[in-house]
T-cell receptor, first 115, second 114 residues
């Protein structure tokens, strides 16, 4: 299957700092990328959907000014958690797909811990 | 609106026995259906999908799933479970007409005991 990478895999930061997470589709061009948040032993919570070259569409209750998403190219999307707080600590997973009818492929996830 | 239900939080089977992880869905129109597996502290790995055609879909690692339109189900099965199959399994549905976002179930933890 297609490969999606995420970097970093794990990050620890101080409260008030910003953290950027990168998501790359390595062997296909992703017209759409998704960002999810997952709490322990729970399902995926969709945060936002981003299409290359356009603004991300955020799910209800997700602060767009706090979770900045950029999808500048067909192989790269970034999620920046701004002014991070301990409650932002979570497992963040990105996903990418080629077209509307295609399979979503997931990155390995990023464990964010805010002290 | 589309939705997915995985009625069992936990499924326990003995190694070598057949396993079933249940999934039912609700969509308006025909669905795309997917199964993913997640190992601890990892992202989701694609197992298989149903788009159209044969109701029995074969996927990775010996898994298969049967699409049942009348029962709106897409149960995941494997004839002989392995200890290494122990993981968290997610079912997902996407409407064909919309083909936008997928909706994921809450996940089922499969434990295969030796």
């Amino acid at each position: 299957g297609a490969v999606v990478s995420q970097h970093p895999s794990r990050v620890i930061c101080k409260s008030g700092t910003s953290v950027k997470i990168e998501c790359r589709s390595l062997d296909f061009q992703a017209t759409t990328m998704f960002w999810y948040r997952q709490f322990p032993k729970q399902s995926l919570m969709l945060m936002a959907t981003s299409n290359e070259g356009s603004k991300a569409t955020y799910e209800q209750g997700v602060e767009k000014d706090k979770f900045l998403i950029n999808h500048a190219s067909l192989t790269l999307s970034t999620l920046t958690v701004t002014s991070a707080h301990p409650e932002d600590s979570s497992f963040y997973i990105c996903s990418a797909r080629l077209g509307r009818l295609d399979t979503q492929y997931f990155g390995p996830g990023t464990r964010l811990t805010v002290l | 609106a589309q939705s997915v239900a995985q009625p069992e939080d936990q499924v326990n089977v003995a190694e070598g026995n057949p396993l079933t992880v249940k999934c039912t869905y609700s969509v308006s129109g025909n669905p795309y259906l997917f199964w993913y597996v997640q190992y601890p502290n990892r992202g989701l790995q694609f197992l298989l999908k149903y788009i159209t055609g044969d109701n029995l879909v074969k996927g990775s690692y010996g898994f298969e799933a049967e699409f049942n339109k009348s029962q709106t189900s897409f149960h995941l099965k494997k004839p002989s479970a392995l200890v290494s199959d122990s993981a968290l399994y997610f079912c997902a549905v996407r409407e064909r007409t919309n083909a936008g976002k997928s909706t994921f179930g809450d996940g089922t933890t499969l434990t295969v005991k030796p």
